[in-house]
């Protein structure tokens, strides 16, 4: 069989979102493990068809979709050279699925560029999925970023963007008091005044 990523490493290697660009995750899966897979997807890209496997798959496509035609020693030994001509860069593996495939999808012989067609998904994955399997192994060699407390002013402003983003009260927390704390606190610090839903109400005097 043609080979595939583990079910967990291939997940890592998914799109998480269409907008958002691929990075390798926080927890990087062991070298070893993705050397092993990187090994694996260049196999499968690199590795060419055994002819006489090739012959073998013609020969089952011949039976499921043209089980009536006779073909003579030469028109079979040319058909076999056609499609391997077409086709003998793709691996024993992808032949046998591509066959599989054509035979439970197809409802006839299909032609040799039809045939490289329905693994052609299954390459196209393969070529991304080294990329990033090859940026993980990469990122091990990458220094960890040192931690960066957050400070009082980006704590501050964080309070204020909750507010605005979920309202005056989640899950239990008063966000508008936070918010007006920190406000007034930015304000200190940046030698203003609090805006004004945060300014400390006036008393009656101030207000005569």
Not at 71 to 81: C, G, I, K, P, V
Not at 127 to 144: F, T
Not at 183 to 193: D, F, I, P
Request: hydrophobic letters at 40%.
């Amino acid at each position: 069989m043609a080979p595939h990523l583990p079910d967990w490493l291939d997940r890592l290697c998914e799109q998480q979102h269409p907008d958002i660009p691929w990075k390798p995750p926080a927890n990087l899966p062991r070298p070893a493990d993705l050397r092993a897979a990187i090994a694996d997807m260049e196999r499968l890209l690199n590795e060419r068809a055994t002819p006489a496997y090739a012959k073998q798959c013609i020969a089952q496509l011949m039976v499921a979709f043209e089980p009536n035609t006779k073909l003579s020693a030469d028109e079979t030994r040319l058909r076999a050279m056609v499609w391997l001509e077409a086709n003998g860069d793709l691996c024993d593996g992808l032949w046998r699925e591509a066959t599989q495939e054509s035979i439970r999808s197809l409802k006839w012989m299909p032609k040799p560029s039809e045939f490289r067609d329905l693994v052609y998904p299954r390459i196209m994955a393969a070529r991304r999925s080294i990329e990033r399997l090859k940026e993980m192994l990469r990122a091990h060699d990458q220094p960890a970023a040192a931690f960066k407390p957050e400070s009082d002013v980006e704590r501050w402003r964080g309070s204020i963007e909750r507010w605005r983003k979920f309202g005056d009260t989640a899950m239990g927390r008063d966000l508008k008091g936070q918010a007006i704390r920190a406000e007034r606190n930015l304000a200190e610090v940046e030698n203003r005044a609090p805006a004004d839903w945060a300014a400390e109400p006036k008393t009656q005097a101030e207000a005569a």
